[in-house]
């Protein structure tokens, strides 16, 4: 499987810079079989600082991925604002974060996007009301 777009969520950025993580070696498998860019938004990049905050260098590192441009920013929460609270407001059970809710309504845009997740709720979002958002995920026991 080579999709022609992937869009990027919090956990493999935060993976791949953190050699410790335990997703580590399958996120850095993952990212050497796809081909750059990767698309994200600015909830993501704001959520992987965070959890990067005390790992030496980990913001800077998330810095780099965007200045190389291996990671891109083209969504715009402002111009996104409505579908992206109606998705919030549909998945309040799970509940759905800022960030989901931008990367499923990214999907929405880009079309042919896979989402490289560790998330499992992103099998249960939907785009386009109905439809399956292809994924590429660790497997789970």
């Known amino acids: ?12 950025i935060v993976a791949f810079i953190n050699r410790a993580d335990n997703y580590h070696h399958w996120t850095e498998t993952k990212l050497s079989q ?3 860019p990767f698309f994200t938004c600015e909830s993501v990049i704001s959520e992987a600082c965070f959890l990067l905050r005390n790992s030496d260098k980990g913001t800077e590192n998330v ?5 190389r441009e291996l990671i891109q920013i083209n969504f715009q929460l402002n111009e996104e604002l409505k579908p992206v609270a109606g998705l919030m407001r549909k998945y309040k059970n799970i509940p759905m974060s800022l960030a989901d809710a931008c990367l499923v309504r990214m999907s929405e845009q880009i079309s042919e996007s896979t989402i490289l997740t560790l998330d499992q709720d992103f099998k249960v979002y939907r785009k386009d009301k109905r439809k399956v958002i292809p ?6 026991g």
Not at 63 to 67: D, G, I
Not at 135 to 140: A, D, E, K, L, Y
């Open 1 to 12: 499987m080579n999709p022609k777009k992937i869009i990027i969520d919090t956990g493999p």
């Open 34 to 36: 796809l081909k750059p």
């Open 135 to 140: 994924v590429i995920i660790p497997m789970t």
């Open 63 to 67: 810095h780099k991925l965007l200045e």
